[in-house]
């Protein structure tokens, strides 16, 4: 059984940093991309960070320059460096795994922005 384990999330002051992880088991074929995604209340879900097999990432406007993304393939497992970090950026955090045709979501992780 696939499961998306996420940790990292917390509250922190504006300027401030977090590191999430989202770390997957039970997959038996090669991840795809992996990424990150945020909902703020009242809002869509929306793409913030993603990275393909081969390491090469991509951003939300927002957040390049402060955020960073990376993986570890032998783990099967992604981060989200979030530095400088905004009340905007206030959202539960949700990992997304691509293991072409399935894709897979953890449950979310709280990031909250205080300013």
């Known amino acids: 059984q696939v499961q998306l384990v996420e940790s990292g999330g917390g509250l922190v002051q504006a300027g401030g940093s977090l590191r999430l992880s989202c770390a997957a088991s039970?997959?038996?074929?090669?991840?795809?991309?992996m990424g990150w995604y945020r909902q703020a209340p009242g809002k869509q879900r929306e793409l913030v960070a993603a990275?393909?097999?081969?390491?090469?990432?991509t951003y939300t406007d927002s957040v390049k320059g402060r955020f960073t993304i990376s993986r570890d393939n032998a783990k099967n497992t992604v981060y989200l460096q979030m530095n400088s970090l905004k009340p905007e950026d206030t959202a539960v955090y949700y990992c997304?795994?691509?293991?072409?045709?399935?894709?897979?979501w953890g449950r979310g992780t709280q990031v909250t922005v205080s300013s």
């Open positions: 997304n795994v691509n293991v072409s045709p399935l894709i897979y």
């Open positions: 039970g997959i038996i074929f090669s991840i795809n991309t």
């Open positions: 990275i393909t097999s081969g390491g090469t990432p």
